[in-house]
């Protein structure tokens, strides 16, 4: 099993290049950098955690550009989003800035998405309906692997419709980023099931995870596929311990991404000592 860092990506976290360069030296597979555009001042959408938004939200830097320095100071390092919200970009310039990033970072990028929680954020920057933003992002996803894989590509759906382009070049990996769908509950996990090439659910308890992790799996065979080719990246809201980790990795989780703890999340000095601490139980979870 990997262990992947996930932080902030703020200007008072480590530099992308330097935190990029401090994983791969300690062993850690993957850096992960999550997104928000921006941050409606007024919103009804109440903050899933609970209690106020923390101000680093407000601060947050573009993950394609910050992954774009990580790479460039790395060299095996995968660089990851945790996650894109893939529904608050124009498809093309996205396809491209995706692909641009994996030819630039040697074939080293993995696309987590999600629909996003804040409506009013997704209001303001997309025109279909909140209510629909499963099935846009099913083609939204659709849509791109086109763009990445065919040099002449036409795309006709409800929410996504466009006739032939031209939008190249490609991404580096011969299909393209992986696409990793990060959505907890049923819809989520049944969308994952069907279209995404992994799922990646928030550990909110180890038996929750793991009874969802036999549940997806069975899905995903319903849906014929085979449940080994859509692995399972779990990020942790609390700092697990080793025996979280090893359980984690007996259930056949690909990777575990670690952060400071939630309520310790935006407090940047947290970020080299955690990495510190975490890296000698590496070698151990890869067994």
Same mark, same amino acid.
């Given at each position: ?14 530099? /992308? ?22 941050? /409606? ?11 106020? !938004? ?61 629909? =996003? ?15 629909? +933003? &499963?099935?846009?992002? +099913? ?11 065919? $040099?002449? @590509? ?8 466009? $006739? *032939?382009?031209?939008? !190249?070049?490609?991404?580096?990996? *011969? ?25 990646? *659910?928030? %550990?909110?308890? !180890? ?19 085979? /449940? ?11 700092? *697990?311990? !080793? ?8 259930? =056949? @989780? ?5 952060? @400071? ?7 940047? %000095? ?7 601490? &975490? ?9």
């Amino acid at each position: 099993m990997h262990l992947g860092f996930s932080a902030m990506n703020t200007p008072g976290d480590p530099p /992308p290049a330097v935190l990029a360069r401090a994983l791969e030296e300690r062993g850690f597979e993957s850096l992960w950098y999550g997104e928000h555009s921006h941050i /409606p001042v007024s919103r009804r959408t109440p903050y899933p955690a609970g209690g106020e !938004l923390p101000d680093d939200y407000k601060f947050m830097m573009d993950p394609y550009v910050s992954l774009a320095a990580a790479a460039s100071n790395s060299s095996t390092l995968k660089l990851g989003t945790s996650v894109a919200l893939l529904l608050e970009r124009d498809v093309f310039s996205q396809a491209k800035t995706i692909a641009t990033l994996d030819r630039l970072a040697g074939g080293r990028v993995i696309i987590g998405a999600g629909v =996003g929680w804040n409506q009013e954020e997704f209001e303001n920057v997309c025109r279909h309906p909140w209510n629909k +933003r &499963f099935g846009v992002m +099913r083609e939204t996803v659709a849509a791109t692997r086109a763009l990445w894989n065919r $040099d002449e @590509v036409e795309y006709h759906g409800d929410y996504v419709d466009f $006739d *032939p382009v031209w939008c !190249l070049p490609g991404p580096l990996q *011969p299909k393209g980023p992986p696409i990793v769908f990060g959505a907890m509950g049923p819809l989520g996990m049944h969308h994952a099931a069907q279209w995404a090439d992994g799922w990646m *659910p928030v %550990d909110l308890g !180890l038996r929750n995870v793991l009874q969802s992790i036999a549940s997806f799996r069975e899905m995903v065979a319903r849906a014929g596929r085979d /449940p080994a080719d859509v692995p399972v990246t779990i990020q942790t809201m609390a700092t *697990p311990s !080793l025996d979280t980790l090893q359980r984690y990795r007996d259930h =056949g @989780v690909l990777r575990v991404l670690i952060g @400071v703890d939630a309520d310790m999340r935006y407090r940047s %000095d947290n970020i080299m000592p955690m990495i510190d601490r &975490f890296a000698p139980l590496i070698p151990d979870l890869a067994d």
